[in-house]
Nanobody
């Protein structure tokens, strides 16, 4: 599985950005596609996920009501981010796993920078 993100950038607080992740390769049953982020000096954290087989969606609490994860029929995955806050500033990574995000069983994109100014 290969993942390529796009759509990051600089935005003022309260603004919006839409991240895209182009997914290629075979997606097996049970695969979950998701978005993670890593701010400077902090560990990478889960943001949102979408289970390919049944569409189950999950969000971290701090983004609920502001971020929306979605997919299209061409295996692209999106993260619509509204009402952005400075604390959303991070490198955002698209990820895919059929093994609960375990090390060695998770595919990662190269990341895209999101910067929210106050």
């Amino acid at each position: 599985v290969q993942l390529v993100e796009s759509g990051g950038g600089l935005v003022q607080a309260g603004g919006s950005l839409r991240l895209s992740c182009a997914v290629s390769g075979v997606i097996i049953s049970g695969t979950v596609l998701g978005w993670f982020r890593q701010a400077p000096g902090k560990e990478r954290e889960f943001v949102a996920s979408f289970k390919w087989s049944d569409g189950f969606i999950n969000y971290r609490d701090s983004v609920k009501g502001r971020f929306t994860i979605s997919r299209d029929t061409a295996k692209n995955v999106y993260l619509q981010m509204n009402d952005l806050k400075p604390e959303d500033t991070a490198v955002y990574y698209c990820a895919a796993s059929a093994a609960g995000w375990s090390i060695g069983n998770t595919y990662w994109g190269q990341g895209t920078q999101v910067t929210v100014s106050s």
